[in-house]
């Protein structure tokens, strides 16, 4: 790390050191300056990188000195959650879905008082953030949802503290389906013509939206299928991307084709273009034709304007 007052002759105020970044402790680190640094300029030069070939930073965060001095200043916490938002796939009203989980963290150089850890809305939270949070440290929250209506469900996650910016929340949202619409997808065999990395098409039924399936990438056509088991009455298809805005909108271009057997296929729903919208949540539904009746449902993937593979975090099926 390098100070300078001009941008032109720097000081090494930090030497080359490595930093290990954590997603179970915030994916954060905390570098005391030297004290008595005062300068206009903060540089920081990366040497090597253990989980990529390149520099990735997501917050450069500087903070004032403490004590006396023009550069003197108070010491403060500041909180900071691990998503912008939580998106619960369809869930039976009445019912509680599996568990999301936020990491807060204290990027600040105080620690955080914590006042309450809250959800409203069908949404329910347990913590391990006790009271107080040290600076560079981080807790856990749990969240659960279990709609009490039909149709969309809003929530906001809050955690006041003593942090200048409090409360620091998180826009939940759920899906509630009626009584009797029980997403069939639930426990069924995913299968796929293939995945990048981790993205497994397990991950696209695992009931939370914050896991989801790639397909090879730049390799179209590609295919997501479930298998139900056996022969089920099929009403609608609801399918899902990750709520973070970290996803940008994107156009994918799909089909639907439905079989008995597995072998023998059946167009149910032709070709078309399906927009996912973070602002929306990032879902879109359609109805299947009436009288469908299947084991086996499979979307078919030809194009997608955000990535060149079939994405999809769930793949919601009900009668």
């Keep these: 790390m390098q100070g300078s007052t001009d941008g032109s002759s720097w000081t090494t105020l930090v030497g080359s050191a490595g930093y290990t970044f954590n997603p179970a402790t915030g994916n954060t680190v905390t570098i005391s300056l030297p004290s008595g640094t005062s300068d206009r300029y903060l540089r920081l030069n990366f040497t090597a990188n253990s989980g990529w070939d390149a520099a990735q930073l997501s917050e450069l965060e500087i903070f004032p000195g403490g004590g006396g001095g023009s550069g003197g200043g108070t010491q403060q916490p500041s909180l900071s959650a691990s998503t912008s938002s939580l998106t619960f796939a369809g869930q039976t009203v009445g019912s509680s879905s599996a568990t999301q989980t936020v990491s807060v963290s204290n990027g600040g150089s105080a620690a955080a008082a914590i006042g309450s850890v809250t959800a409203t809305g069908d949404f329910s939270q347990s913590n391990t953030c006790g009271s107080s949070l040290a600076a560079g440290a981080s807790c856990t929250v749990s969240v659960t949802f279990t709609p009490t209506a039909a149709g969309t469900r809003t929530g906001t996650l809050s955690v006041a503290s003593n942090d200048p910016a409090s409360p620091l929340t998180v826009p939940l949202t759920g899906t509630g389906n009626a009584a009797g619409s029980t997403n069939l997808a639930l426990g069924a065999t995913m299968t796929a013509s293939g995945y990048t990395q981790s993205y497994v098409p397990a991950n696209a039924n695992d009931g939370t939206t914050s896991t989801y399936w790639e397909s090879t990438d730049n390799a179209f056509p590609q295919w997501l299928q479930a298998d139900l088991g056996s022969t089920q009455t099929l009403g609608s298809v609801t399918?899902?991307?990750?709520?973070?805005?970290?996803?940008?909108?994107?156009?994918?271009?799909?089909?639907?084709?439905?079989?008995?057997?597995?072998?023998?296929?059946?167009?149910?729903?032709?070709?078309?273009?399906?927009?996912?919208?973070?602002?929306?949540?990032?879902?879109?539904?359609?109805?299947?034709?009436?009288?469908?009746?299947?084991?086996?449902?499979?979307?078919?993937?030809?194009?997608?304007?955000?990535?060149?593979?079939?994405?999809?975090?769930?793949?919601?099926?009900f009668s």
């Design 239 to 317: 399918l899902d991307l990750p709520p973070s805005t970290s996803w940008a909108t994107r156009t994918q271009t799909l089909s639907v084709q439905a079989s008995n057997d597995g072998s023998t296929w059946t167009t149910v729903v032709a070709s078309a273009n399906y927009t996912f919208n973070p602002a929306t949540g990032n879902t879109v539904s359609f109805n299947l034709p009436s009288g469908t009746s299947d084991r086996y449902l499979r979307l078919n993937f030809t194009a997608n304007t955000g990535w060149p593979a079939g994405q999809l975090s769930e793949f919601e099926i």
